[in-house]
């Protein structure tokens, strides 16, 4: 079952990777949100995967049965879901209000904060 | 209908009985304090006038109980409290130990004084989009990071004050900003994000979260990945505190927000990333951090030297001062490079100064261009005659940034030289001294030209003309100026509260035995 999610975060990874290094700030937003969900199925896999074991203790048992399912990594994950939908919503408007007053999703062409031809400082009195 | 158990729960097995004392709220009450305050000031945000009188109040509340943990910390050792009564390592443990109260004080004097510049320099429209509000959240964020003793919850805090920051660094929407915040957005969000892959590793090798813990379990570890973890969490906390290969983001957005949010960015933000570098690689994975020493110590040499030869190209002061951001940074990671107690003393004196320092410098710089009427050193100029008095100041906030005696950038820095030397490291110690030789041609020519040199002819291009004497502005500027000439002539007391801070961080058995007080977890 590990496996498997690996190979599945791992397909995660790479198309995230592969869309994050575009320059139109849109793809790099898609990948950003590739890259959120790839990380909380890590999560998911680095906390043991079991099936139909949930974490309750029956009536009567001091402990949790045997292989029984980790409750954590689904609490990790729940945090890590709402930040990164809240950083996506934010980096959404951004990007949208970027492309409205820059005209331009190309971040090779945002330059206004670092204009290309920014004068030396002066060389002499 | 739960049927009762067959036998009595004992209780003392999972949960602390002992009732917190006063002095363990301490500990919680940073964080609280700001996330409430900043909580008022967004109901009560239509009102902008209760808005500074309330924040500064409260910044200020908190620098008080600051000195308090910290005295706490100092005479006691490391103070734990668990949320929700659980045993560590189960619930959520906030432990502070000297180096997190100090930062905590330190960043909270620097926030104190970014809150008072804001009076002046905020205008109305910034304080309705929320300028206070985001303050109260960013310090509860860095609060929060510096205190607490749960790896998860550090990556919780990393959010709280990267989502404030980035509400701060919008502020106004200007394109130039939107530019700038897209940039700072989409790395700083990767960066936080190879953090929490990191985390999610940690926990598949360790089993917990709790940083004690982690400490305890890690010597008696076999077979575990532990490299490819260190060498992520050092790509994730480099990339915060803008180290060489991964600092883009700073020169491109740090210029772009109001001063006063350049001054809190440049003074806290980085020290953040450099505070959990050095948690974690010094106190969790030391062996590791013994074999990554090499690759830290040539990032730290190339962060120093680069940056000082950026600061050298820059013809706007704010990018000018970014890059002595940068360049402060580098002077840490050479410390976490060397790992002596002497080098890790030095990197967090180093740390303490830099808060102080690179908030005052902008709020310098921010000053310097409302007198002379210009951002840049080409058009501004004229400043020692119009204001002789803050010309004074800035000097000396100039060359105390450079490291020069007699303030406060000078220590540290001696200390990294001697522990580099040391250890036989004559390339770091190199790098320390020319990367402060170049810093300190480029801040003396700030001083020549925005200064010195009379006025330049020109229309000025600074979003507010020159004013008068403005105590919201000048204030700050004179109260962190004394607190770095205080530190830099008599610094036996923070060189003493940093090896203190180091040696806890070396050997971590005390934080340990804060938060398992019986010495060993259940």
Redesign the interface.
Request: proline share 5%; glycine share 6%; aromatic share 8%.
């Given at each position: 079952m590990e496996a498997v999610f690996s190979v599945l975060v791992a397909a995660f990874f790479s198309a995230a990777i592969y869309l994050?290094l575009s320059k139109h700030?849109v793809r790099?937003l898609l990948g950003?949100a590739i890259?959120?969900n790839a990380?909380n199925l890590?999560?998911f896999?680095?906390?043991r995967l079991t099936r139909e074991v949930p974490p309750i203790i029956g009536?009567?048992l001091?402990s949790l049965p045997a292989g029984a399912a980790n409750p954590?990594?689904q609490a990790?994950i729940l945090?890590?879901i709402v930040?990164?939908f809240?950083?996506f919503a934010?980096?959404l408007t951004?990007?949208y209000?970027?492309y409205q007053?820059?005209g331009t999703d190309n971040?090779d062409e945002?330059?206004?904060?670092?204009p290309k031809d920014?004068?030396?400082?002066?060389l002499g009195? | 209908m739960?049927?009762p158990?067959?036998?009595p729960v004992d209780l003392s097995a999972a949960f602390v009985m002992a009732a917190p004392t006063a002095g363990d709220w301490l500990v919680i009450l940073p964080p609280a304090l700001m996330i409430t305050v900043g909580a008022v000031l967004v109901m009560v945000r239509h009102r902008i006038r209760l808005h500074a009188p309330i924040a500064i109040a409260s910044l200020g509340f908190l620098v008080f109980l600051d000195m308090l943990l910290l005295w706490k910390v100092a005479v006691e050792g490391p103070v734990t409290m668990t949320m929700g009564r659980w045993l560590p390592p189960f619930g959520i443990s906030f432990t502070v130990d000297v180096f997190g109260a100090l930062l905590a004080l330190v960043s909270a004097i620097a926030a104190l004084a970014a809150g008072i510049a804001a009076a002046s320099d905020v205008n109305d429209s910034g304080r309705r989009y929320g300028f206070y509000p985001f303050l109260m959240l960013l310090m509860a964020g860095v609060s929060g990071a510096f205190l607490t003793g749960d790896i998860?919850n550090l990556y919780?805090w990393f959010?709280v004050l990267?989502?404030s920051s980035?509400g701060l660094l919008?502020l106004g929407?200007e394109?130039?900003?939107?530019?700038?915040?897209?940039?700072y957005?989409?790395l700083n969000?990767?960066g936080t994000?190879f953090f929490?892959?990191a985390v999610?590793?940690l926990?598949?090798i360790f089993g917990t979260l709790n940083m004690a813990d982690i400490a305890m379990r890690v010597g008696s570890l076999q077979g575990a990945p532990l490299m490819t973890l260190s060498a992520l969490f050092v790509l994730a906390f480099a990339m915060k505190a803008a180290a060489f290969p991964v600092n883009f983001w700073l020169?491109?957005?740090y210029?772009?927000p109001r001063i006063t949010v350049s001054a809190l960015f440049g003074g806290l933000l980085t020290k953040v990333g450099i505070y959990a570098l050095m948690r974690v690689m010094i106190m969790l994975f030391p062996l590791q951090r013994e074999e990554l020493s090499l690759v830290i110590g040539i990032v730290a040499v190339l962060t120093m030297v680069l940056s000082a030869i950026g600061m050298?190209?820059?013809?706007?002061l704010r990018r000018l001062v970014g890059y002595a951001v940068i360049a402060g940074i580098g002077n840490m990671l050479a410390g976490v490079a060397i790992g002596s107690l002497a080098g890790v003393s030095g990197a967090i004196f180093y740390a303490l100064h830099s808060i102080i320092a690179m908030t005052a410098l902008y709020l310098v710089v921010g000053r310097a261009a409302a007198i002379s009427g210009s951002w840049?050193?080409?058009g501004g100029g004229g400043i020692y005659r119009l204001a002789p008095g803050f010309a004074f100041l800035s000097l000396a906030m100039l060359l105390a940034v450079a490291g020069l005696p007699p303030f406060s950038g000078l220590w540290p820095k001696i200390m990294l030289v001697k522990a580099s030397l040391d250890i036989g490291a004559w390339w770091l110690a190199a790098g320390i001294l020319v990367s402060g030789f170049l810093s300190t041609i480029a801040l003396g020519?700030v001083f020549l030209?925005a200064y010195w040199?009379p006025q330049a002819a020109q229309t000025p291009d600074a979003p507010y003309g020159p004013s008068a004497m403005d105590w919201p502005s000048l204030g700050p500027i004179i109260g962190l100026t004394l607190l770095v000439t205080a530190f830099g002539l008599f610094p036996e007391g923070v060189i003493r509260l940093s090896e203190t801070a180091a040696a806890g961080l070396l050997d971590p058995s005390r934080y340990i035995g804060s938060v398992f007080a019986t010495g060993g977890a259940p």
């Open positions: 994050i700030s790099m950003i890259l959120g990380v890590l999560i896999t680095g906390g009536a009567g001091d954590l990594p990790l945090t890590a930040i990164s809240s950083f934010f980096l951004l990007t209000r970027a007053e820059l971040t945002m330059r206004l904060a670092e920014d004068p030396m400082p002066p009195y | 739960a049927t158990s067959s036998t998860f919780v959010e990267l989502i980035f919008i929407s394109r130039q900003q939107i530019d700038g915040a897209l940039k957005g989409i969000l990767l994000t929490l892959i999610a590793y926990y598949a020169p491109a957005s210029h772009t050298l190209a820059q013809n706007d840049t050193l080409e020519r030209f040199r």
